[in-house]
């Protein structure tokens, strides 16, 4: 069985609330990106960067990865997808410079993961780095990924988060996409589902309008309501907005906490389920307690 299915809901690696994206042939905006406290800045290779630009934005993000610093922002490079043509060139030129991660984008089937993931163990056996040191995180934005999700989610160890691309997925389909996004509703439902039964984070689609952030709120926390660690960014100022919703608040880790330790107490007494405030806790409410701590944990709000 793979590392990362061992993993449950109370061992949440690191938090990614927030990825940011910045075309990687952009230097003003790499340069940017790093500063803004985004838990991950990708640097994409794939569809921010024009056909005709893409050798120079491959070398312009080699060269940002080896020498910028990220501050506290995970480095990933999002490579074009797995048949572009661009892939191979895209992983030999960013695996070197020791990313913390590789974005997967329009991800069909597992075969496509574990190729990617065989070529990066090669690139790091040749240049010395430490094996499977790499993460692997794969964009499901199709509907052969979706219907796939089951053994794309447990393809390879390296795996650990899968990205919903919404936009991508509605033209896949041929669904129109509205402001209610029914249309993209399953997917989006499947995605989080997969991850959940194989321990990968699920990461949200991303919500367009840039200068909408009441927009911007209400989409992120029906990501959040349906069970998504974190979301997509395209612009410096989605990036708080999107980490606040993701990061459980105090009353909630307040009451979270209450309800561990009143478990703790119960389950001791041999008691599975026990009233607070009037209240059931079961199981399933202990569960969500928990996972409500991993989150304020990964996120650096306690210990
Ligand atoms: N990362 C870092 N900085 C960014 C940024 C990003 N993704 N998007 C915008 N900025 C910067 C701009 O450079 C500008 O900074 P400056 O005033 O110091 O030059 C500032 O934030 C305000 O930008 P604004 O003028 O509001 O936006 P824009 O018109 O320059 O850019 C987009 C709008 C959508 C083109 C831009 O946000 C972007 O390129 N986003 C990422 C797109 C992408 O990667 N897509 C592929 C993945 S889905
Ligand atoms: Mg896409």
């Not at 910028?68 to 501050?71: E, P, Q, S, V």
């Given at each position: 069985m793979r590392e990362t299915a061992r993993r449950n809901a109370t061992q949440e690696i690191r938090a990614r609330r927030a990825i940011l994206y910045v075309p990687g042939n952009d230097t003003r905006k790499v340069e940017k990106a790093v500063t803004l406290g985004a838990d991950s800045v990708c640097l994409d290779?794939?569809?921010?960067?024009?056909a005709n630009r893409k050798a120079e934005a491959r070398s312009l993000v080699a060269n940002a990865l080896r020498t910028?610093?990220?501050?506290v922002s995970e480095k990933l490079a999002r490579i074009n997808g797995i048949g572009s043509g661009f892939e191979n060139d895209d992983l030999a030129a960013v695996v070197p410079t020791r990313p913390d991660g590789i974005v997967v984008p329009k991800v069909n089937d597992a075969d496509e993961l574990r190729w990617v993931s065989e070529r990066i163990g090669e690139l790091e056996i040749r240049d010395g780095?430490?094996?499977?040191?790499i993460a692997l995180i794969g964009m499901i934005e199709s509907a052969r990924g979706v219907v796939n999700l089951r053994e794309i989610a447990s393809a390879d160890a390296r795996l650990e988060a899968l990205i919903f691309g919404a936009e991508d997925y509605a033209a896949d389909v041929g669904a129109i996409r509205t402001r209610e996004g029914l249309e993209v509703l399953y997917a989006r439902s499947a995605i989080v589902a997969a991850c959940a039964a194989f321990g990968l984070q699920a990461i949200d689609l991303l919500?367009?309008?840039?200068?909408?952030p009441d927009g911007l709120r209400a989409e992120t926390l029906r990501g959040a309501q349906l069970g998504y660690a974190g979301t997509q960014v395209i612009h410096p100022n989605q990036v708080a907005l999107v980490q606040e919703v993701f990061t459980p608040g105090d009353a909630a880790i307040a009451q979270a906490q209450r309800i561990a330790d009143a478990a703790a107490q119960h389950l001791a007494d041999g008691r599975g389920a026990f009233a607070l405030d009037d209240k059931m806790v079961d199981m399933p409410v202990i569960k969500a307690a928990e996972r409500v701590l991993a989150r304020a944990r990964a996120a650096g709000k306690i210990d």
């Open positions: 290779l794939e569809d921010g960067v024009a910028r610093d990220f501050g780095i430490t094996r499977g040191s919500f367009l309008d840039f200068h909408d």
